[in-house]
């Protein structure tokens, strides 16, 4: 079935470091891509999306490009903040069955 | 505002008590979710339903059980049989099928077992 794999955490950056959160997934067809964050106590809120092959989704500094051809969907950052400290997770879905799927979560901490 | 509201926030079950939490929405989606979290498992898919009166089991059923009896509104009831159900549980909507951009997610239910 469908699955998402993501990097092990915790992943902890000095401030203004580069960031990249490791994403492959499985699936037939062509699903939707998404990062969501969660933060401490929280509910999880979309940061970026990808609908399509070579698709770049971006949003408040982020960016993960959708790679058919290697099955992955990196997340990066160029200059990450203490304020960026949450837990990100990747996730698919698929039209065909309408499912959900998430990728176990990786937790960042940006250390001043 | 529109969004999804889940309800209580904190809960706590003794021993062999079935237990029912609410999800609530009101931005006329069609798709409803609940996930289970654990620390270092992330989210795992219990059920879901992509329209009114029709839900299907996710990863983890056993032990759960679910009612769409309206549109905007998907309570999980977390029964006797669920050995370990202290966790923390998540409700998300979207539309359905066809018209799917992303899921908005609740705030989350905190069920802890004493």
């Known amino acids: 079935g469908d699955s998402v794999t993501q990097m092990e955490g915790p992943v902890t950056l000095s401030e203004e470091a580069f960031l990249t959160i490791n994403c492959t997934y499985t699936a037939t067809g062509y699903p939707s891509l998404f990062w969501y964050v969660q933060y401490p106590g929280e509910g999880l809120q979309l940061l970026l999306k990808?609908?399509?092959?070579?698709d770049k989704g971006s949003n408040k500094g982020f960016e993960a490009t959708y790679r058919k051809e290697t099955t992955s969907f990196h997340l990066e950052k160029g200059s990450v903040q203490v304020s960026d400290s949450a837990v990100y997770f990747c996730?698919?879905?698929?039209?065909?069955?309408?499912?959900?799927?998430f990728g176990q979560g990786t937790e960042l901490s940006v250390k001043p | 505002d529109g969004g999804i509201t889940q309800s209580p926030k904190y809960l706590f079950r003794k021993e062999g008590q079935n237990v029912t939490l609410s999800c609530e929405q009101n931005?006329?989606?069609?798709?409803m979710y609940w996930y289970r979290q654990d620390p270092g498992q992330g989210l795992r898919l219990i059920y879901y339903s992509q329209i009114v009166n029709d839900f299907q089991k996710g990863d983890i059923a056993e032990g759960y059980s679910v009612s769409r009896e309206k549109k905007e509104s998907f309570p999980l009831t977390v029964t006797s049989a669920q050995k370990n159900p202290t966790a923390f549980y998540l409700c998300a909507s979207s539309r359905g099928q066809g018209g799917y951009t992303e899921a908005f997610f609740g705030q989350g239910t905190r069920l802890t077992v004493v």
């Open positions: 990808a609908t399509k092959a070579d």
């Open positions: 996730a698919l879905y698929h039209n065909q069955g309408g499912k959900l799927i």
């Open positions: 931005l006329n989606h069609d798709a």
